[in-house]
């Protein structure tokens, strides 16, 4: 898989907002700013460091609406578990692990548990672009989706690391290990704010 410069990707990110506006829950006033609005609505989140850090550069887009927030939230998601896809499916072509059946198949373990994560939260952003206006039937329908699907591909992401538990140690293990656990945390923040939007949209 190809992996976009990270300057490309907040481009892209930018511009997709721009181009696909959402519904919103209303216009009301705000006093902070929009980083303020981010750290604030981290805390909601399990990792709220890595929260603000993983969405602060993206505070012009979202401003201060939550459906934004959420969304690009599950973009970042998208972005490192794709980079995560791609890293895994390369160890795979290699020799280091070759002698060594257990990490062999917690690799290609982890390379599909992935790939199917990237499909569901893929799902999720897509669903996110077709949002209808918040409080109606239809709405809370396709949040449910939006938290069904990210709920699994947290779930993939859980099954990709407990695949390396009985895993020999190594640092082949421990950068694949880090690596899937930042997509957790990310996948898992992003579900929070998906879970924090749908909430107020009902």
Known sequence: MTSLPSISLHFLIFLFFFLHPIPTLGSTVYDTSPTDYIRTSC??????????????????????????LAR????VSLSKARHMASYVS???????????????????????????????????????????????????FQMGNVQTWMSAALTDEETCTDGFEDVTEGPLKTEVYERAVEVKKLTSNALALVNSYAEKGE
């Open 72 to 75: 690009i939230a599950i973009g």
């Open 43 to 68: 805390s909601a989140t399990l990792y709220p460091d890595l929260c603000y850090t993983s969405l602060s550069g993206y505070a012009s887009q979202v401003q201060q609406d939550p459906a934004r």
């Open 90 to 140: 390369n160890l795979t072509c290699e020799t280091a692990y070759g002698a060594d059946p257990q990490a062999s198949a917690a690799l290609h373990d982890c390379f599909a548990n992935m790939d199917d994560a990237l499909d569901e939260i893929h799902g999720s952003l897509r669903q996110m672009r077709r949002l209808v206006a918040p409080g109606s039937e239809s709405f809370r």
